[in-house]
């Protein structure tokens, strides 16, 4: 077994393999901090690249890429506020919020480096236990993701900053907009008003854009003139660092999110932005320190959600090697990588290229540490950008905005869109009502109601079916104690404001 | 200083655009094309439908001087890319790639754009093969055990698919009506669900296009009962087809190229040519080889390919409206 | 004012999620058999939406002390305050604008006239901020978004189709 690492460290680390892996990661950190590129998009942009390259030397180039987009998407969340990538948007939330109160590099080195433990440690796990993982993954059933959705919901209370009855407002709206387009189940048009934009349902990345950044370039064109944006004094390495106590501090997230993050991306159905916000909403939930300070610059909440959609590779690239089912979009394009180079990604891979298998795995440990410089250095540069005179900064964030939601769907009606919800999500922060719960609604609520649905088709229609499974019973009791539990704790919460 | 600077970049554009306007008067007479080509694929980066025009975009690329661009627009199941096409000038410089699922569309009353009425076939360019696929440790071996089954339990037998009311569903519900079973059809997000499913017991099994599926079959985790189509498939010699077990059933995913009706003939014949060409290409040959998507003849000529629609959007009314969405 | 601006916010909502709630009403009875149909769901999600706006705007309309004090700290505040309120709707007025402009006249074009009018509208009047940055940062922004990675922006209509053309 030894022996077979050992080889694998030595091929994967041959002039060729490491050049792939760094100009891989370059490029995955560039498409995933631009929005209106998503990481899968980035990797199919390189896909042709790689017709010609020795199988090896492709797929850490790949490999490279997605591990480094899902990286990149924290970059643009944290300064700029915008989701670089979908699963980063608790990161927006959060970090964003830091990088305001002027802590941007304090936020963007501990993003980074819980970013870099994630993907080490579903890497880790991966190789420990893939076995485990795919068959725990199997067991998920239209029953049990609907198990696991209604807990990622119940944290709604956590997330709803001061009074309870905007949050509920604001996640039941969320919940509404996620039923916009056609049904999944019976292919009916819901609420699209006879429009095609509307048929494929409310993109979230699209509605995100508006509520989170570009609302919040209306809230702060309220506040005073400033000449620069100005809230970055770099002061050098060592002091912005984050202190090991800050990880000492919050061990349990540091622990529970790359597990939640492993296993859901080994889930074909959620993947890394519903990871994300499991664990996110976890942190929520269990915040011991602030609990208060979430969806106002949590530090806990941008760790728990960083490490997460990393670790959430490692959880695809464990039921795609293993039984060669793409857990999400961007490993959905590697299957594409292994056919044009004549390998079938499946059980039998392992057996027939252990050499590509186990170089794989030892490319995602060697990535994850090369991104850790190169991510480091393109912080450095990003940094920069804060000296940008403020009005030309907020000018540059909606382009920015605009690129990312036309890039999605390549629509200009998803733009028209986005700016609808600029102007909902502007009213909603106007009045109090968090944002945070809305688009937690938006990402969980489609594969809710669907897997409940699925769920009772398969039943035949019995709820029983609902809770039969051990996993799905004990994920809705769960939800259903965190629901009840701050009711009763702090009733008082539901009226404050 | 800066006054100047204004003045002589607004001179620059104006220039620019007088530059641009002169482009387009002498651009009549020029050939065709005289810039780059569009395919529009109305599916996500990286699906059946994207990797396929891909590839033979691929090959298209050499034959035309000012390149193509493939460019996609998913939403709608597949109805925006169509709109856009439909709304673009017939000038045959966007293309757009059909699926099956605008052949359905053309039946449902709501349509927007009619495939038959608003677009020119070029050609057929794949014709896929699905086959009934159960999990490697499901109790049914054969497919007559399953059909056994259906008959005598109505709506039991549980069997996944992708889009509601679209191919997926029609595929497998029409091919169990032939065989005078009901099934109870759950529609899941991706193919990747679908299998996860099947293989964690949570469902009977799906009809599924085969290419996806080998490495999985050929492991053992899951089964085909059939391949339907009317001989036996070459990567799967031991498992029975639809016709050679008396099923008359052998409709496939088929993908075509079509322009906006009222382009040029001359034109579209050209883009045929290229495309012709384009599926001789080696890379794309090697291509269909590797995903099996030379079982069958793909290529249908532009008559054949109209009247092929024609009859598959007969047969598609028939079953939509057995299912209740037409009414 | 703010508790003004409250009472119709939720009587927004409250309007909002009704509507909502009637078309949803009209996709009852669709669905398989076994399964809760296309509307249940939805119809959820719309009541509860409307049950917590309507204790929202109920709450809003008695809370009169808070609105005193509100209208109080408004007064205060004076013309600073309008200015500013006034500069949010003209960044935002220009940002929709910058919407349209783009399938009109083209990405480039529009990104041109965007830049120093939104940051016009913001409060800015450094000319030197006002000439260079849309300069640069158009430049910047196409070179990224249209060259090297080939996002196909509208390039406009006519002849600013034609210009577009000249770069992408």
Known sequence: MLEIYAQAFATVLLPPNLLAMVLGALWGLLAGALPGISTSMGVVLILSFTYTLSPMTAFVLLVGAYLGGITGGGITSILFGIPGEPSSVPTVIEGHALAKQGKAAAAMWTYLLCSIFGGLFSVLFMIVATPLIADFALRFGPAEYFALTILGLSVVSGLSGGSMLKGFLSCFFGLFLATIGTDGITGEERFTFGTVTLLGGVNFVVAMVGLLAVSEIMIEAEEPFKEYKGMVEYRGL?????????????????????????????????????????????????????????????????????????????????????????????????????????????????????????????????????????????????????????????????????????????????????????????????????????????????????????????AGGSPLGLVSGPISAVLLLGALVSIVYPLIKKPKMLGAS | MKKKMVCLSLTLSLALLLGGGFRISTAQAADFPERAIEIVVPFGAGGGSDTAARAVAEGMKPLLKHGLVVTNMPGGGATKGMLHVSQQPADGYTVLAVTTSHLIDAVKPKTRAHILNDFDPLCRIQWDTSGVIVSGESKFKTIEELIDYGKKNPKMLKFAGTSPGGWSEIQTVAFFKTVGVQVTFVPFDSGAEIKAAILGGHIHGAVEELAETLPLINAGKLRALCVIMDKRHPALPDVPSAVERGINYTHGLMRAWAVRKGTPPERQKFLLEVIRKALENPTYVKYIKDNHLDVRPGYLGPEETRKYWEEEIAFFAEVLKDLGYVK | MKTKGEVFFFAVCVAFFGFMGVQALALMGEGRAGEIGSALWPLIALAASLGFSVVLLVRAVRSPRRAAAAQAADRDEGDESRRRRQAVALSTACFFVYLWAVSLIGFILATLLFIPAFAFALGERRVKVLVTAPLVLTTVMSAVFLKFLSIPFPKGIGIFAAFSRLFY
């Open chain 1, 238 to 458: 060592l002091q912005e660092l984050p202190r090991f106590s800050l990880f000492r501090k919050y061990w349990l997230t540091m622990i529970r999110s790359p597990i939640i993050g492993t296993i859901v991306g080994a889930l074909p159905g959620a993947g890394a932005t519903i990871a994300a916000f499991l664990a996110y909403g976890e942190a929520a939930r269990t915040a011991k320190h602030e609990p208060q300070k979430f969806g106002k610059g949590a530090i806990e909440g941008l760790m728990a959600a960083e490490s997460a959609n990393n670790a959430s590779t490692g959880g695809s690239m464990t039921i795609l090697l293993s039984l060669g089912i793409p857990g999400s979009n961007t490993t959905a394009m590697l299957v594409a990588a292994f056919m044009i180079h004549g390998m079938q990604p499946g059980p039998l891979l392992l057996s027939q290229r252990p050499d590509v298998i186990y170089g794989i795995f030892v490319a995602m440990i060697v990535i994850n540490l090369l991104l850790l410089v190169v991510a480091g250095t393109a912080i450095r540069l990003f940094l920069q950008l804060n000296r940008l005179p403020y009005s030309v900064f907020s000018a540059a964030i909606l382009i920015l905005c605009v690129v990312g939601a036309f890039g999605i769907n390549n629509s200009v009606d998803d733009m028209m869109l986005m700016f609808v919800f600029s102007l909902i999500g502007y009213f909603m922060r106007k009045f109090g009502v968090p944002v945070a719960p809305c688009i937690l609604a938006l990402v969980l609520g489609d594969l809710a109601e669907l897997s409940l649905r699925r769920a009772l088709l398969l």
